[in-house]
């Protein structure tokens, strides 16, 4: 697809996407996705149209001290952050801007604020470390960065070259909102962006290892509301959301930001959101639509198990994905409110949810089926489709495309990603008859031993059922006589001996509810499992 011509004078990211002949085939079926206008701004679609449609005295954000922003507070504060930028700090369109934070409403400004004034946005997780955050702004060549005033230690250890930090929510004069404060209140004029220039560089979490940077353009951002929210998820503009995953990972960036905005709706922001904290928001703010990863969803049932006071009466759409929703999460969460959890896969590649499972199609064992505005395939070997029932690779296509920021390491992973016009995302899957999608496992989570094939995630929903089990990851383990072994690392409830004895009960536990050689060779407990900031499983810091 040919590229419209740029509104951005720093044509870097432009100049590093893939070639042409390595995108994959991008779709624009449904009719809103068609009809984006050349020169598009996403932030001046999602903040001052949402605001003149649905009235700048609506509230946007909540935070966790109490405070409430309106649409036009808003507005108001993205404009003067967007004229300190251009102004004081000399960002030109197309440059890239580290933001740095937890998620609070100040640091969902800053983001809209960049991308209104045409800066590519490059968030990172308030956890990551001077090294990560080093080769994250290397990487994406950033030179600002915009960092909440209590996260700069690492951020300065860093030591980025050419990187002007400027921190926000602090003292002195040189602080953003001390600037921004000397700024007039008055309407800042959006950047005239190509709806094909790129709005943000999102970085993925690491789960396989090194992070990459995926390059998403202004119209990506309207497409992932325009197909899962609009189409799935369904919010209405009296909607309160709240989640887990931080802003710098898309996951969260939809959730939490895009679709809300889209909707007209509201947003909790909570710079600590785990799982006491989600459950207590839900009652204050009397929360709607909740985004989080399974191993919340769990952790909150064991809370509310414990006697945790909750009130959960303003629920009604729970979105889970980041990681494989097991069927006993869905069933007991279903048990305790009645609400069928709304499951999906995403990837940072494609931006947000493009499978999904929602009200009749929700239900233990199936992510659902390809989100309105995509396409789904199950491939086998030889890249075709495989017949229904038969495992796969899944592929995908839709109005959003992987495009990693080019190097030599990435070239080699958009080939990977990237084959004959589908996005590989790398889960083994099976359709079944009636066109849903049913997850197998990651493909690099196929264990192979003694000629046997064997899906780690099975082995884990067998274990999950099991009282004393908390959390579990199963890996293989090389071994000279069989290949590989299958291993479970597991963390058991306050009490339960981390024993021989209790390793032999949870391989009985498997022993008799699938084939023998399916049954871990090893139990290794841990206090918990690696994760990255979002709560994805790291399973090859297992595997190392």
Same mark, same amino acid.
């Given at each position: 697809?040919?590229?419209?011509?740029?509104?951005?004078?720093?044509?870097?990211?432009?100049?590093?996407?893939?070639?042409?002949?390595?995108?994959?085939?991008?779709?624009?079926?449904?009719?809103?996705?068609?009809?984006?206008?050349?020169?598009?701004?996403?932030?001046?679609?999602?903040?001052?149209?949402?605001?003149?449609?649905?009235?700048?005295?609506?509230?946007?954000?909540?935070?966790?001290?109490?405070?409430?922003?309106?649409?036009?507070?808003?507005?108001?504060?993205?404009?003067?952050?967007?004229?300190?930028?251009?102004?004081?700090?000399?960002?030109?369109?197309?440059?890239?801007?580290?933001?740095?934070?937890?998620?609070?409403?100040?640091?969902?400004?800053?983001?809209?604020?960049?991308?209104?004034?045409?800066?590519?946005?490059?968030?990172?997780?308030?956890?990551?470390?001077?090294?990560?955050?080093?080769?994250?702004?290397?990487?994406?060549?950033?030179?600002?960065?915009?960092?909440?005033?209590?996260?700069?230690?690492?951020?300065?250890?860093?030591?980025?070259?050419?990187?002007?930090?400027?921190?926000?929510?602090?003292?002195?004069?040189?602080?953003?909102?001390?600037?921004?404060?000397?700024?007039?209140?008055?309407?800042?004029?959006?950047?005239?962006?190509?709806?094909?220039?790129?709005?943000?560089?999102?970085?993925?979490?690491?789960?396989?290892?090194?992070?990459?940077?995926?390059?998403?353009?202004?119209?990506?951002?309207?497409?992932?509301?325009?197909?899962?929210? =609009?189409? @799935? $998820?369904? #919010?209405?503009?009296?909607? !309160?959301?709240? %989640?887990?995953?931080? /802003?710098?990972?898309?996951? *969260?960036?939809?959730?939490?930001?895009?679709?809300?905005?889209?909707?007209?709706?509201?947003?909790?922001?909570?710079?600590?959101?785990?799982?006491?904290?989600?459950?207590?928001?839900?009652?204050?703010?009397?929360?709607?639509?909740?985004?989080?990863?399974?191993?919340?969803?769990?952790?909150?049932?064991?809370?509310?198990?414990?006697?945790?006071?909750?009130?959960?009466?303003?629920?009604?759409?729970?979105?889970?994905?980041?990681?494989?929703?097991?069927?006993?999460?869905?069933?007991?969460?279903?048990?305790?409110?009645?609400?069928?959890?709304?499951?999906?896969?995403?990837?940072?590649?494609?931006?947000?949810?493009?499978?999904?499972?929602?009200?009749?199609?929700?239900?233990?064992?199936?992510?659902?089926?390809?989100?309105?505005?995509?396409? =789904?395939? @199950? $491939?086998? #070997?030889?890249?075709?489709? !495989?017949?229904? %029932?038969?495992?796969? /690779?899944?592929?995908?296509? *839709?109005?959003?495309?992987?495009?990693?920021?080019?190097?030599?390491?990435?070239?080699?992973?958009?080939?990977?990603?990237?084959?004959?016009?589908?996005?590989?995302?790398?889960?083994?899957?099976?359709?079944?008859?009636?066109?849903?999608?049913?997850?197998?496992?990651?493909?690099?989570?196929?264990?192979?031993?003694?000629?046997?094939?064997?899906?780690?995630?099975?082995?884990?929903?067998?274990?999950?059922?099991?009282?004393?089990?908390?959390?579990?990851?199963?890996?293989?383990?090389?071994?000279?006589?069989?290949?590989?072994?299958?291993?479970?690392?597991?963390?058991?409830?306050?009490?339960?001996?981390?024993?021989?004895?209790?390793?032999?009960?949870?391989?009985?536990?498997?022993?008799?509810?699938?084939?023998?050689?399916?049954?871990?060779? =090893?139990? @290794?407990?841990?206090?918990?499992?690696?994760?990255?900031?979002? %709560?994805?499983?790291?399973?090859?810091?297992?595997? *190392?």
């Amino acid at each position: 697809m040919e590229l419209t011509p740029s509104g951005h004078v720093d044509a870097f990211a432009r100049e590093r996407l893939p070639p042409a002949s390595q995108w994959p085939r991008l779709l624009f079926d449904l009719p809103e996705l068609a009809a984006y206008p050349a020169r598009l701004n996403c932030a001046a679609e999602l903040l001052d149209r949402t605001a003149r449609r649905f009235g700048a005295g609506r509230p946007a954000f909540h935070d966790g001290e109490g405070g409430t922003w309106s649409y036009g507070e808003l507005c108001e504060r993205v404009d003067r952050i967007a004229a300190v930028l251009t102004g004081d700090l000399g960002l030109r369109s197309g440059n890239r801007v580290l933001l740095r934070g937890p998620t609070t409403p100040w640091l969902a400004a800053c983001w809209l604020a960049v991308v209104k004034a045409g800066g590519i946005a490059v968030a990172v997780p308030a956890q990551q470390r001077a090294a990560e955050l080093a080769a994250v702004a290397e990487a994406a060549a950033c030179s600002l960065a915009l960092c909440d005033a209590g996260a700069l230690d690492e951020l300065r250890a860093a030591r980025v070259p050419g990187l002007a930090v400027v921190p926000y929510g602090g003292e002195g004069p040189g602080d953003l909102l001390a600037l921004a404060a000397r700024r007039p209140a008055r309407p800042f004029p959006a950047a005239d962006t190509a709806a094909d220039d790129v709005a943000l560089i999102a970085f993925t979490s690491g789960t396989t290892g090194r992070p990459k940077g995926c390059v998403h353009f202004h119209r990506d951002v309207l497409a992932a509301a325009d197909t899962f929210s =609009a189409h @799935v $998820l369904r #919010p209405r503009p009296d909607d !309160v959301f709240a %989640g887990s995953p931080p /802003l710098a990972f898309t996951f *969260g960036l939809g959730g939490l930001l895009v679709f809300p905005l889209r909707a007209g709706a509201a947003a909790v922001l909570l710079d600590r959101a785990g799982p006491q904290q989600l459950l207590a928001a839900i009652g204050r703010h009397r929360v709607s639509v909740l985004f989080t990863a399974p191993t919340a969803y769990k952790a909150m049932l064991d809370l509310l198990d414990g006697g945790s006071p909750a009130d959960l009466s303003s629920l009604r759409r729970c979105v889970s994905a980041g990681e494989h929703l097991p069927d006993a999460v869905w069933t007991a969460w279903y048990a305790r409110t009645g609400l069928r959890l709304v499951n999906g896969i995403g990837a940072t590649e494609l931006l947000h949810i493009f499978v999904a499972a929602a009200d009749a199609d929700s239900g233990p064992g199936t992510t659902g089926r390809p989100v309105p505005g995509w396409r =789904a395939a @199950v $491939l086998g #070997p030889d890249g075709r489709p !495989v017949p229904d %029932g038969r495992e796969g /690779l899944l592929a995908v296509r *839709g109005p959003i495309g992987c495009r990693y920021l080019t190097g030599p390491r990435e070239t080699e992973q958009q080939t990977a990603y990237v084959r004959d016009g589908w996005n590989i995302t790398g889960d083994r899957y099976v359709r079944e008859p009636d066109g849903r999608f049913r997850y197998v496992s990651r493909a690099d989570d196929m264990i192979v031993s003694a000629g046997y094939t064997i899906a780690g995630p099975q082995v884990e929903e067998v274990l999950l059922a099991h009282p004393d089990v908390v959390e579990t990851a199963v890996v293989g383990r090389p071994d000279p006589l069989r290949g590989q072994v299958v291993v479970a690392y597991a963390v058991v409830r306050e009490g339960v001996p981390r024993d021989p004895a209790t390793a032999a009960a949870l391989r009985a536990f498997v022993r008799a509810r699938l084939a023998p050689y399916k049954s871990p060779r =090893a139990v @290794v407990f841990l206090d918990a499992l690696p994760r990255t900031a979002t %709560g994805k499983l790291q399973r090859h810091r297992l595997r *190392g």
